[in-house]
C-alpha cells in the first residue's frame, strides 16, 4: 500500500536529500512540500535552489510550496520534518496537535521522555513509546525522531559491540561541511582548516547515544548505563561523517571477536535498510568519506581500524551523513511505521 507522505522544510538541504530518496520509494508517494514564507505559493522548481546531482523529479517540480502550517497542506498520511530546530521546537508539535504523524531530523524533541527516538536497526521496539506520547500529549497524531547524523554513524557499532556489555566509550569525530546545511557546504573558506567546535554537537551525542541504546519496559525509557564523552570537529569534507572510537567493555573482546559482531549484526527488513548494515574494512585507511559514503545507496555504516588497546577496543567509522545520517533516517522511521501499522 502506498501512502501520501509531505516534506517540511522541502528547499532546504536535507528536505532535498528527502525528495531525491522518496521520488520513487516502495511505500511513499510525495504529495505535498513546504517552506518558508518566502518560498510559499511558488511552484517548488522555482523555490528550491536545487543542488543534487541528479534533476529535480518532475513528479514534485510543479507541486506548489505550501506554508509550514497545519491548516495549509490537506490531508497526507505522514510528513517528513527537516525544519531547523528553533521551527521545529514550535511548528512539529501543532502538527502533531492536528493529527499529523511526524518523522522527524530536527533536534527539538529528541530527549523528551515520551518521544521516540529510532535507529530502526537499534531500537525499533522504541516505537512502542508512541502509545504513552498519546496518553501524555492528547495529540491525534504522533512524533518520533531519528538522532543527529554523527550520533547515527557510531550507534549501531556500539549496539553490535555492547553484547560485550559497553560501559565506557570516547568518540572524535571529524565531519562534512554539509552537516551545517547549505551555508556550510559554501564556506569551503574551511580548505586547509579544522574546527574543533561544533554547537552543542558534543552534548547531543552523549546524550542521545545513551537513550538509543537504553531498554524500553513497555512504559518507560531507561539511558545505558555505558559513559558516553564527545569530541567534535569540522574538517573539509563535503560529505561523510568519519569518527574515532574508543570502547571499553565489561567482558574482554578480541579484534576477532569485535569483528565478528560487527559483520554479524543484525539489521531490519526494510526497503531502505541495507544489508549487511555494517560493513568492516580490513585495510587500516579504510574506511574513507570519497570512497565509502555511497555504499548502498548511502545507507551502510562503514567501520575498520579495529585495534585492542590497553582499555579496550578501538576503530573508525563512517556514514554518509545527509542520507544515511539525516534524510534517510527519518525515510527509514516513516517505513518502520508503516511496517508496524501507525500510518
Ligand atoms: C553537523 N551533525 O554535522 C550536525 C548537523 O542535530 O541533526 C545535524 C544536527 C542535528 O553539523
Avoid at 99 to 120: C, F, H, K, T
Avoid at 281 to 296: A, H, I, K, S, T
Wanted: charged share 25%; with cysteine.
Amino acid at each position: 500500500m502506498t501512502h501520501t507522505v509531505g516534506i517540511l522544510g522541502a528547499t532546504g538541504a536535507v528536505g532535498q536529500r528527502l525528495i531525491q530518496l522518496l521520488d520513487p520509494h516502495p511505500d511513499f508517494e510525495i504529495s505535498a512540500l513546504t517552506a518558508s514564507s518566502e518560498s510559499a505559493g511558488k511552484p517548488y522548481r522555482k523555490a528550491a535552489k536545487w543542488r543534487i546531482s541528479t534533476p529535480i523529479p518532475e513528479s514534485v517540480a510543479g507541486i506548489t510550496v505550501a506554508e509550514t502550517d497545519p491548516d495549509a497542506i490537506g490531508d497526507v498520511d505522514l510528513l517528513f520534518s527537516s525544519l531547523p530546530s528553533s521551527v521545529g521546537e514550535r511548528v512539529e508539535p501543532a502538527f502533531c496537535e492536528a493529527g499529523y504523524v511526524v518523522s522527524s531530523n530536527s533536534s527539538n524533541q529528541r530527549m523528551a521522555e515520551d518521544v521516540p527516538l529510532v535507529i530502526p536497526e537499534v531500537n525499533a521496539d522504541h516505537l512502542g513509546l508512541l502509545e504513552v506520547q498519546r496518553d501524555s500529549r492528547g495529540w491525534d497524531g504522533a512524533m518520533i525522531k531519528n538522532p543527529n547524523c554523527s550520533t547515527i554513524t557510531m550507534v549501531p557499532t556500539l549496539a553490535a559491540l555492547d553484547t560485550f556489555g559497553l560501559s565506557r566509550v570516547h568518540v572524535a569525530t571529524l565531519q562534512a561541511v554539509s552537516g551545517a546545511g547549505y551555508d556550510g557546504v559554501t564556506s569551503m573558506e574551511i580548505i586547509d582548516n579544522a574546527i574543533p567546535h561544533i554547537g552543542g554537537e558534543e552534548e547531543k551525542m552523549e546524550s542521545e547515544s545513551r537513550k538509543l541504546l537504553g531498554g524500553f519496559d513497555g512504559a518507560e525509557l531507561s539511558m545505558h548505563d555505558a559513559t558516553v564523552s564527545a569530541s567534535c570537529n569540522r574538517i573539509p569534507t563535503l560529505d561523510g561523517h568519519l569518527e574515532n572510537v574508543w570502547a571499553e567493555t565489561e567482558e574482554e573482546a578480541s579484534v576477532e571477536d569485535a569483528r565478528e559482531a560487527l559483520e554479524s549484526y543484525e539489521g531490519i527488513d526494510l526497503p531502505s535498510s541495507p544489508d549487511p548494515l555494517i560493513e568492516v574494512f580490513e585495510e587500516p585507511e579504510r574506511p574513507q568519506p570519497r570512497l565509502d559514503r555511497e555504499r548502498e545507496d548511502g545507507m551502510q555504516i562503514c567501520a575498520g581500524g579495529l585495534r585492542e588497546n590497553e582499555t579496550g577496543l578501538q576503530y573508525n567509522c563512517l556514514a554518509h551523513n545527509t542520507l544515511r545520517g539525516a534524510a534517510g533516517a527519518s525515510v527509514l522511521n516513516g517505513e518502520l511505521l508503516a511496517k508496524e501499522g501507525y500510518l
